[in-house]
Structures are given as structure tokens and as C-alpha cells.
């Protein structure tokens, strides 16, 4: 019988909501502000790092996360980090995770779209000839750039259309960047077979998650944990099926949640909502998807079995085509079986 930490070390698992940028290790960091020591408020030094990754609200979040995007500037510097992200979800057991590129920060900041494509590409495929891992595209619209970043990613998304992209997202503030006005950029990412994926509730109320529902045609809502607050939304997502992307420490660094125990999650999960766990930003919020499943089993308070069930339930939740996902609901059981 091992412990509960070997357990989900050991585990194979899916991976839907870890942003690109925010999965940068201290490591790939630090080698990155050092290149640009003297023009980035980033410290190359990853003891330091950790106290830049403090955050006092999620709006400073933003702030900290974009200074990092800042830090981006060449194709290579893509290539790397995109590598690097897919060896340590393969280090954590990861067999196929959906990563969220922002293409909108990066062209803007000077990387043109078709190099930054093939950059990501490039990555993608070299990533499952050297771990085994498969990774997906959600290109998200970062809300604080407003409609014209909405209209660049949808053009980016449908000219470039990598083979990897699969979804379209809103990520960014919640707060003043109401859902209804990226209707239009949805329909036409929908309508060329992108599914919808928007952040919602993760800092507003459940009003924002029926708007990523009846407007963007969600069919997985970014976090959405102010769900929790609307019985009547609770009995829809449950009724429809429709997934949650519950990142729990996130919650807590970005100080939306005022600390694990008080998190939504408990509830979700008691009405009969599906859910997936993941780690969203891990390095910036300590954290990694290993971590994020010990944090779910604590406050659900289940073993093994029920650890298994969450990582099945996330491979039921990921669009992924149906024998991919039988094969590795089928390796969730055999190691199941075998502990
Ligand atoms: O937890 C999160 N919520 C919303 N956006 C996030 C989160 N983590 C990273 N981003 C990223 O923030 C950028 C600015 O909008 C986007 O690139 C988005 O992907």
C-alpha cells in the first residue's frame, strides 16, 4: 500500500486548464529575465522569484503575469518554453494536457503569428517524441485587450489553424470585461469546429458563468467556481454535463478564494457537477498537478479509488477522440489496479 503522494505521482493523468506562459519553471525564468537583466522588473534569481509570484490581488496576478510574457521575444524563446512545460507534465505522469497559448500577447509583442505557430508546433511534436506526452492548443483572447484582441486571436487561430488547436478562450479580468460582447469572435471559432472554453466566476458571480453558457456556447467553464453560489446553475451544469475547470490553489494565491478550506470545490462536487483538477499557473502559484490532486483528495476527503475517479473524470471531460480516451481511462485502472 503506498501513500496517498505516491499514489498520484504515479498516476496517469490529464491536464485542461495550465497556461502556457504561467507554466514557465523558476528555472526557465530566471534564464530568461537574465537575458534581459535591466529591463524587466523580473528577478533572474529564483530565490526572488518567489516573492515576486506573491500576489496581493489577481489584478497584480495580471500585472506580474504579463511582465512575464514580457519576457518572450523570439520564436526559440517559444520553442523552449513550450518544450519545457510538456517535460515536466511528463514528469508528473501528464499523457495529454490542453495547454492555453495567449498568440495575441506574443504577435503584439513582436513575434509574427506564423513563427510563433510553427514554434509551438515544432515543440508539440518534438514533446511526444521525447516524453510521450500529447499536447493541445486552447488559443485564448486575454480579456484586458478588449475586442481588437479578440479579433487578432480569432484571425490568428483560423489563418494559422496549427493541426494542435483545438479550443478558443477568454482568460484575464473578469471584472469590467463582461462575457456578451466576444459573442461574435465565439460563433466563428465555434463555427469552424474550435470547442468554447471561456474563463468564468473565477472573480465575478455565477452571472458571468450563465453569459460564458447562453453567450460564448461554453461547453467547459474556466474555473467557475461562484457556481457554487447559484443552486439553480449547480442543477444546470449538473443536468448538461458541462465541466469545471477547478484549479483550487490558484484560487487562494490570486486571493479569489480566501484559503483552501473555504474553497467551493466540496460543493461542486456534492451537486453533482463535473469537475477536472488542474494547476493553471503552477510555478507561479507553487504548486504542480500532483499537488493540485493532494489538495482535492484533503478536501473531499477520499483515497486511491477516488483520486482514480477524479483523473478518469478528467479524461471524460477533455476532447479528446473516444479511443484515446478509453485508452487512458483503461491506464488509470490497470494502475489502480496494480497499487
Ligand atoms: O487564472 C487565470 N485567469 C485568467 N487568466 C489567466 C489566468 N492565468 C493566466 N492567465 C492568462 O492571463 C493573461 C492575461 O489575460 C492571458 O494570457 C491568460 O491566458
Redesign the pocket.
Known sequence: MTDLPTFIAGLPKVELHV????SASPRIVAELAARHEGRSPVPADPEALADYFAFRD?AH??DV??SV?DLIRDADDVWLLTHEVARELARQQVRYAEL???P??HVHRGIPAPAFCEAIEDARKRAEADFGIALRWCF??????GLPAAEQTLRIALDQRPDGLISF?L????IGVPRPQFKPYFDQARAAGLRSVP?AG??TGPETIWDALNELGAERI??GISAALDPALLAHLAERRIPLEV?PT?NVR?RAVASLDEHPLPQLVEAGVPVSINS??PP?FGTTLNDEYAVAARLLGIGPEGVAALARDAVAAAFLAPAEAARISAEIDAYLAST
Do not use: K, N
Open positions: 497556461h502556457h506562459v504561467g489577481f496576478f495580471i503575469y504579463l510574457v492555453t497559448v495567449t495575441y500577447s485564448d483572447i486575454p480579456g484586458e485587450a478562450g482568460g484575464g479580468p473578469e474563463h473565477e472573480t474556466g474555473h484549479c490558484s490570486t493553471d499557473d507561479m
